[in-house]
């Protein structure tokens, strides 16, 4: 890979300085965007992740659209509702931890004239319907990213709600897995199965 990732959780968790110019924000974008490109399953990155301490993140949850690039963004409003959510994180390899965020989020960029709303795609919002809004997975990678940028990872207090073993990833997209919730439990294939664990499935 042409840029190292960071995993010093030190170096991590001190809060990245806003550039100075939107030219700036958009070479070091750039650099972002070619790390999603050569790293397929990430779906955002921040600066500080690949050794640069700016205020730069690029998102790209929706493989149809082109990256959404955050230059010095600011959460300047959250939803009153949360959820809770299964995360990842290039930094911290192996590792997915349950977190709770706002449902909604609206940043603010310097390289966006308006503020941005991220959020559901669809409403209202079912069991069935979670695992597969992408707007909901957009707006929690959003506050993952910027949380980057303000030197806060996933497993910290305050973000995490629990770690998730790392016997879950373990498995095949299409080997059959049992999951169990409430007593009720359903046997899928395994790219399925991380979908209702978002909905608060357990693999067993």
């Not at 070619?34 to 301490?53: H, M, R, T, W, Y």
């Not at 809770?84 to 911290?92: F, N, T």
Request: overall charge positive; charged content about 25%; some cysteine.
């Amino acid at each position: 890979m042409k840029y190292k990732i960071i995993k010093d959780k030190d170096y991590l968790h001190k809060k990245t300085e806003p550039v100075s110019s939107l030219q700036e924000g958009e070479e070091i974008a750039a650099k972002l965007i070619e790390v999603l490109d050569e790293v397929k399953f990430a779906i955002g990155i921040s600066a500080n992740q690949i050794g640069i301490p700016k205020s730069v993140s690029v998102v790209r949850v929706k493989k149809d659209k082109p990256p959404i690039i955050l230059i010095n963004p600011i959460i300047t409003d959250r939803s009153a509702e949360r959820v809770q959510y299964v995360e990842g994180c290039l930094s911290l390899p192996s590792k997915q931890t349950r977190t709770t965020r706002s449902l909604k989020v609206t940043v603010s960029t310097l390289n966006h004239a308006n503020p941005i709303p991220f959020g559901p795609d669809v409403e209202p919002i079912t069991q069935d319907s979670f695992g597969q809004d992408y707007g909901i997975l957009e707006s929690v990678c959003v506050q993952h990213e910027v949380d980057h940028l303000n030197g806060v990872l996933m497993t910290d207090e305050g973000v995490k709600v629990g770690v998730v073993p790392v016997k879950v990833i373990k498995h095949g997209r299409n080997d059959k897995v049992v999951v169990e919730k409430n007593g009720e439990t359903q046997y899928i294939k395994y790219k399925k199965a991380l979908e209702l664990v978002n909905a608060g499935w357990k693999i067993i």
